[in-house]
């Protein structure tokens, strides 16, 4: 690999310049090896794996014939809402953090 380089850099001429798009692509990867959608899914099944836990844990001690007494609660704290609603959840605010964040530095 280094004798590669030392060829590319006798061979470039005196007049090469980096090209500053690249440059800043290059460095933004180094900077952040792992693409925020990656980030995102993981979350995604992190918050799956919390929705299914508080669903479990709420089935188990017989939380669910408590909820019925408000209705709001018991729209939030369904089994299905907590299981779908948590990914997408976690997934939207992960990327929509990690974008603001990446974007700042």
């Known amino acids: 690999m280094e004798a590669l380089r ?3 850099m006798l061979r470039r001429g005196e007049d090469w310049a980096p090209v500053g798009k690249a440059a800043d692509k290059i460095a933004r990867a180094r ?7 990656h980030v ?5 099944f992190l ?3 919390a929705g299914v836990v508080i669903s479990l844990v709420m089935l188990a001690t017989g939380m669910y014939d408590v909820i019925n007494e408000n209705p709001v609660t018991e ?4 089994p299905m809402t907590l ?5 997408f959840l976690a997934y939207i605010g992960t990327f929509v953090i990690g974008a603001i964040v990446r974007r700042r530095r």
Request: charged share 15%; hydrophobic share 65%; net charge positive.
């Open 6 to 8: 030392e060829v590319w």
């Open 31 to 37: 900077r952040y090896p792992r693409p925020l959608v």
């Open 40 to 44: 995102a899914v993981m979350a995604m």
């Open 47 to 49: 918050g799956l794996a």
């Open 75 to 78: 729209a939030l704290f369904r």
């Open 83 to 87: 299981i779908l609603a948590m990914p």
